[in-house]
């Protein structure tokens, strides 16, 4: 029997679990994660204080849902089970949950926007999800972009990163746009500094494509808010300031992967 050949060709870029991106052998750290070196505390603070005070009248909430006849005893049973201590622990996870929960509706949004650009058919889907990829079906066919890759992902060899942009799209007056769909409540600062990265990047391959090309010219920068009220184009302004602040992020996320384990 002749030798078995394995004639499967690996593609291009190749992200892992963790959102490392290879390409030629060389291991990059993703965009998101270099931007994890920000400091979003502010922000992040006073939704965690937010979701700590839901879980608390959530459960003073009785399950008729009369909200005139406020219901303490979940409450104070929670307090004789497990004490103070405990009752501290279980209401602050509630941040966790309500995380877990926007990452899987932004990650299922995502999916069927894909699928929606593609021309694809779409799947049954939880309700939240379907009223935003509703209205972000609608707005595709009203845009007049023409697709030009989705789920697409880029590496930037010399300053040692990779990614994974959305959307890269000509707009009814045949100009580059690169945009990215959020699903949350608001649009914040950094999303200029992402859309920066990925349109700096020389190289782009599309998802599981054994080839790679060099990154085309972006000629807009845009986020498309997907709610359950509709979509929002939302022009960003990338340009020279965004591109060294980007830079810098890089930086500063390899000295702190640097200093890991070091003691001072």
């Known amino acids: 029997m002749g030798e078995v050949t394995d004639l499967a060709i690996a593609p291009a870029i190749q992200r892992s679990a963790d959102h490392f991106y290879t390409y030629e052998g060389e291991r990059y750290p993703g965009v998101t994660g270099i931007l994890s070196i920000l400091d979003k505390s502010g922000p992040l603070m006073g ?11 959530d459960m003073a909430i009785p399950a008729d849902g009369q909200l005139n006849n406020y219901d303490l005893s979940a409450l104070t049973g929670l307090f004789n089970s497990v004490g103070p201590s405990g009752v501290i622990a279980a209401l602050t996870a509630r941040k966790n949950w309500a995380n877990d929960q926007a990452k899987d509706l932004g990650t299922d949004v995502h999916a069927m926007a894909e699928l929606v650009v593609k021309g694809e058919p779409t799947p049954p889907m939880a309700e939240a999800t379907r009223k935003r990829v509703l209205h972000y ?10 697709l030009r890759l989705a789920e697409a992902m880029v590496v930037f060899p010399t300053h040692r990163y990779g990614g994974t942009f959305d959307l890269l799209a000509y707009d009814r007056d045949g100009k580059t746009v690169l945009a990215d769909v959020k699903t949350g409540k608001g649009i914040y600062k950094e999303v200029a500094l992402q ?5 700096l990047a020389p190289i782009v391959a599309p998802t599981g494509s054994p080839k790679a090309y060099p990154m085309p010219k ?13 979509v929002r184009e939302v022009e960003i302004a990338v340009g020279t300031a965004e591109h060294m602040a980007w830079l810098a992020c890089i930086d500063l996320h ?4 640097s200093m890991k384990g070091k003691k001072f």
């Open 137 to 146: 079906a609608e707005w595709w066919k009203n845009a007049g972009w023409t």
């Open 47 to 57: 939704w965690a204080a937010k979701m700590t005070a839901q879980a608390v009248v």
């Open 195 to 199: 859309l920066a990265a990925y349109s």
């Open 218 to 230: 972006v000629d807009r920068h845009v986020v498309l808010h997907v709610t359950t009220e509709g």
């Open 254 to 257: 390899t000295w702190a992967e």
